[in-house]
């Protein structure tokens, strides 16, 4: 047996959040399911240390209700409470609960200090799942608990493991909010990193796989933005993530978009490129295998308009040819192909746009999670 990711969201710098004296329950839609679970906890971007009074977990029931009998209390080296750095992530000692696979789980975490604004709260926004903030007091292992507000942003917690057979798998996706899937509906779990998980555990024979969704709306390769750029971050988004064997990796648009328009943050194909280059190397120094996305079209956006020009979609199709035909990556997932407008191959097709001609529809994240072939995954990495 061996632990193996089944969630897990980008630690980033959440703005706007304060909190005092309350408990947060942050809802998982896990992939893979087992029967003993841990959670791992983030303060990577906190300014001072973040005090965590009491934390339990258990499978959710409606809204922020837990399924009764499922509630687990939740220890740190035998303690209840834990007091986490800046900068620092910590993990959970494991406790006994049956996960099924494609559940959704709660982790309830009690905060009794003080959390302004300025502390630079570390979770990840716009994460398309409903989460909840109490009034006052620890109702970390109540089945209901008052809430004061609601939040679509996940706090702290940024990932769920399971201990899984030998021979199980892990596949992280990465990429920006075409992975995160920006725009895509709130709870529905419409994801193409979700629709994968669906069809890997619908499918009656093969290997188990985890799936770990790494995406971050903004990313870019070789600029930090919205936190920290691809190479940057691939060593803590990616090849530490418990039980990694596979690696998805679709960047690059927002290179060629700069959306900030700075000159020094102009790039070429080249340097593009040279930046997935640099994570394959890491990939593959780890023993895993890596799967490059093609970028997708984005001819006359309008999320940002004028941010299209041909300079960019020259580099767009400079690299997705280099994608396809270099041999780098250990295959190709070809995302461009799947949504593309036949009649029009630089537009996506229309059933397929959310109708910013940048990010997909839910139609489209699914199309997405759908036209990758699962036998990718059934390799010995």
Not at 202 to 227: K, T
Request: with cysteine; proline share 5%.
């Amino acid at each position: 047996m061996s632990w193996v990711g089944t969630w897990s969201t980008t630690p980033v710098q959440v703005e706007g959040v304060s909190l005092a004296n309350q408990t947060v329950r942050m809802i998982a839609h896990v992939s893979i399911g087992g029967s003993r679970v841990r959670v791992r906890l983030s303060n990577a971007y906190g300014a001072r240390k973040l005090h965590i009074g009491a934390a339990h977990i258990g499978l959710r029931g409606r809204a922020m209700e837990i399924v009764d009998g499922s509630d687990r209390r939740l220890t740190f080296g035998g303690r209840e409470s834990i007091s986490i750095p800046a900068g620092a992530l910590v993990v959970s000692d494991p406790v006994d609960l049956e996960v099924p696979a494609l559940s959704d789980l709660a982790v309830s975490l009690y905060l009794p200090a003080e959390v302004p604004a300025s502390f630079q709260v570390t979770g990840h926004g716009n994460a398309h799942q409903t989460n909840y903030i109490s009034t006052p007091g620890d109702f970390t292992g109540m089945s209901e608990m008052p809430v004061q507000e609601l939040t679509a942003a996940f706090l702290f917690v940024t990932g769920i493991d399971v201990e899984a057979p030998a021979g199980t798998g892990g596949i992280v996706t990465v990429g920006d909010s075409l992975t995160d899937c920006n725009l895509s509906r709130l709870d529905a779990n419409h994801r193409w990193p979700d629709q994968l998980a669906r069809r890997l555990i619908a499918r009656a024979d093969g290997r188990q796989l985890g799936v770990m969704n790494q995406g971050l709306g903004g990313n870019r390769i070789l600029h930090d933005g919205r936190g920290d750029c691809g190479v940057r971050r691939f060593d803590r988004d990616v090849l530490s993530q418990p039980g990694v064997t596979h690696v998805i990796i679709l960047l690059g648009i927002n290179d060629i978009r700069n959306r900030n328009q700075l000159p020094e943050e102009f790039v070429t194909a080249d340097d593009m490129i040279g930046g997935l280059q640099q994570m394959i190397v890491r990939a593959h120094a780890r023993g895993l295998t890596i799967l490059g996305g093609t970028l997708l079209t984005f001819d006359h956006e309008t999320f940002n308009p004028g941010f299209y020009t041909p300079e960019g979609e020259a580099k767009r199709q400079a690299v997705n040819a280099w994608v396809r035909q270099s041999g780098a990556f250990d295959a190709v997932i070809d995302f461009e192909a799947a949504l593309r407008d036949p009649a029009e191959p630089t537009r996506m097709l229309p059933e397929y746009d959310c109708g910013d001609h940048l990010h997909p529809s839910d139609a489209g994240y699914l199309r997405m999670g759908d036209c990758i072939d699962l036998a990718l995954f059934d390799n010995n990495a």
